[in-house]
């Protein structure tokens, strides 16, 4: 008799928290603070869509992903309720991404070598990193260098 009423309990305790949790629908999300990344790029690479429960395991999980982009140094979130849904804003603060490098070195016949470059790391705001590169070493070398870890979804990159 005990076993039958407990299962009643939990039954009506699994119910009253699924109704009280139905209304907690993201109704809208706003990127806000990016000058340089684009909003649909931001969007892109977030779990959080809009029709979706508010889940705040997904919401700090989204700020560690925009906080690992070279392009953005702080990413933090803010959930407003609007009437009986709510509204999530993304705020990110953004790095500067263009980055020059010199390195220097030694050959195997003791000459001096060395390599100058540039690497813009959010390039059409897009999070591609673009760079290039003169080398002097034995042989004077030119590079190019392309990273687009999202290029075709958040899973497949080039």
Partial sequence: MFHKEFKTLITLALL????????????????????KTKT???????????????????LENDIIRLKREAGIAHAYYQVHKVESDY???????ENFTIIPY??????????????????????????IALGIF??????????LNIRAPYLINKKWGL
Avoid: M, P
Avoid at 87 to 93: A, L, R, S, T
């Fill in 134 to 143: 003169y080398q002097k070493d034995i042989f004077d070398s030119y590079g």
């Fill in 40 to 58: 649909s790029y931001i969007k892109s690479i977030i779990n959080l869509k809009i029709g979706q429960q508010l889940d705040s395991t997904l």
């Fill in 102 to 127: 010199f390195n220097f070195y030694t050959t195997d016949e003791d000459e001096v070598a060395y390599r100058l470059g540039v690497t813009e790391f959010n390039t059409l705001g897009k999070g």
């Fill in 87 to 93: 509204k999530i804003v993304y705020g990110v603060q």
């Fill in 16 to 35: 009253l928290v699924s109704v009280f949790s139905y209304g907690q629908i993201i109704q809208e999300i706003v990127i806000q603070d990016n000058k």
